[in-house]
């Protein structure tokens, strides 16, 4: 049984494993001349520069089946993931079921099957599947959405194409957005710019990627809160809770921007949690990065116009604006089917927790969005392939009611803040894959019970996963000793 894998990042390689293990034949079609995605950098391409460290900690954003090197940092660069991700290319020999440099030109449907198109050195190839699985994830699409840009006379750079911060020498430089991409870019701007400002269009609550001296995901998405009962979708109550706890935790935001600051009594519209790195908290206490809030409407001839007309002079202007999904290459047919809105970098398109589509059998979409869940990627591309080869069920009630969901899910979005909370849709992974946890396991033998959830609790059944499960937690232990896990 053959399975057609669109995009080898780290999410086609996670579907081509999960195909091998269950006896299919897997196809990556890779537009890149090798694998890994955005943690390859390649130039003109979205993707990441050497000195960005991941936002989530390496121990439960390993693959199950494989650890992280020891002697890697707690909070991986991006050299380091990609060296990750060959290693675990070559522990199971996926290799020789890439096919590089392999542009998806077309996916359609074709009767009972899929017709995929594709250019290969100048060539066009087209085949049709059964099977499909598309991995180009929700950062395969920068969005870009203001105006007038062919006015500007200075340098425009988009955030996924930023690779090192000479360009920005002895010049006035204004990042857009506060999110991840921006506030990263602005303070190495500072390295080389006469000066940094950041334009920001809301205020969000801010985490830090420790608390405590532990990850702060140990804390968020840990063995204990899967036994919570979580609602599908955040209400503004839930979402008011969760913006306390975390003041409680973290401290107002105010402590590193006045203008940034929370009040405790109008939590309405605070929706958002985001983790930046610790060095740009501290050019904000210094004072290092100029602050200015409003929307980008467009460009003029020496900077950007903001909603209210108001005008910033820059001489480079980065462009944060968030990512979506790039299917641009589907049938209008599918597209029209899946609702596909290729500039809506919240939900791209509204599926069956984001992957499958009751009219669409044999075809799904992993990594429609981004998640902190322990083993995202694996997760999603264990359901995704099993739904392509017809091994995941799932009933009529649930996918109507989970379409519904997304539907209401991508109309509030500025109410709502997240897609699913983390710890519901661990779940519901876990339900679709028929996955229990093992508690007497984790509490007992390894005396974990209050640690973070781990790639490995979910598939403890494999042969040699019990084994290293004691050595994860051991090294764990061993790094955080302040902590009682138990």
Do not use: H
């Given at each position: 049984m053959e399975v057609c894998i669109i995009g080898g990042g780290w999410l086609g390689i996670s579907a081509a494993k999960v195909c091998i293990e269950n006896n299919c034949r897997p196809t990556v079609l890779c537009r890149d001349p090798s694998f890994g995605g955005i943690w390859q950098g390649f130039p003109n391409r979205i993707g990441v520069w050497d000195s960005l460290t991941m936002n989530t900690n390496k121990y439960q954003s390993s693959f199950s089946d494989m650890l992280w090197n020891s002697s890697d940092p707690i909070f991986p660069s991006a050299k380091q993931c990609l060296n990750y991700l060959s290693d675990y290319v070559a522990k199971h020999n996926l290799l020789p079921y890439f096919s590089f440099n392999s542009e998806v030109k077309s996916l359609s449907h074709e009767g009972e099957q899929y017709r995929v198109t594709w250019t290969l050195n100048g060539e066009t190839h087209s085949k049709t599947y059964s099977h499909v699985v598309v991995a180009v994830g929700k950062c395969s699409k920068e969005i870009f959405n203001l105006q007038n840009p062919e006015v500007f006379t200075g340098n425009i750079v988009f955030g996924s194409k930023y690779r090192e911060p000479s360009i920005f020498a002895n010049k006035s430089v204004l990042c857009i957005g506060r999110s991840y991409t921006s506030p990263d870019i602005a303070y190495e701007a500072l390295s080389t710019a006469n000066s940094v400002s950041l334009l920001y269009a809301r205020n969000y609550m801010l985490i830090t990627k420790f608390y405590k001296q532990i990850p702060s995901e140990f804390v968020f998405s840990n063995v204990t809160e899967i036994e919570k009962n979580f609602p599908v979708i955040v209400d503004s109550e839930c979402n008011k809770n969760?913006?306390?706890?975390?003041?409680?935790?973290?401290?107002?935001?105010?402590?590193?921007?006045?203008?940034?600051?929370?009040?405790?009594?109008?939590?309405?519209?605070?929706?958002?949690?985001?983790?930046?790195?610790?060095?740009?908290?501290?050019?904000?206490?210094?004072?290092?990065?100029?602050?200015?809030?409003?929307?980008?409407?467009?460009?003029?001839?020496?900077?950007?116009?903001?909603?209210?007309?108001?005008?910033?002079?820059?001489?480079?202007?980065?462009?944060?604006?968030?990512?979506?999904a790039d299917y641009g290459f589907l049938s209008e047919e599918i597209k029209d089917i899946i609702r596909y809105d290729g500039d809506n970098s919240f939900l791209p398109c509204t599926l069956y927790r984001g992957m499958i589509h009751p009219n669409l059998p044999g075809l799904a979409f992993i990594g429609n969005f981004l998640s902190g869940t322990p083993g995202r990627y694996e997760l999603q591309a264990e359901i995704g392939v099993r739904w392509a080869i017809g091994m995941l069920e799932v009933q009529e009630d649930d996918f109507i009611q989970g379409l519904r969901d997304e539907e209401f899910i991508r109309a509030n979005e500025k109410k709502i803040g997240m897609i699913y909370p983390n710890t519901f849709f661990i779940k519901e992974e876990m339900r679709l894959l028929g996955l229990m946890l093992d508690k007497k396991f984790i509490g007992e033998e390894l005396e974990f019970s209050k640690g973070p959830m781990l790639p490995q609790f979910f598939f403890l059944e494999k042969p040699g996963m019990k084994e290293l499960c004691v050595e994860i937690v051991k090294e764990i232990k061993a790094k955080f000793s302040m902590h009682n896990f138990n």
């Open positions: 969760n913006v306390r706890m975390a003041l409680e935790m973290y401290e107002n935001p105010s402590q590193y921007a006045p203008e940034w600051r929370i009040d405790t009594e109008n939590l309405d519209d605070y929706t958002k949690m985001i983790v930046c790195s610790d060095e740009f908290y501290s050019a904000l206490k210094n004072k290092q990065i100029n602050l200015v809030k409003g929307s980008a409407k467009g460009f003029y001839e020496k900077g950007v116009i903001l909603e209210d007309g108001t005008k910033i002079e820059a001489e480079v202007v980065v462009l944060g604006l968030g990512y979506g």
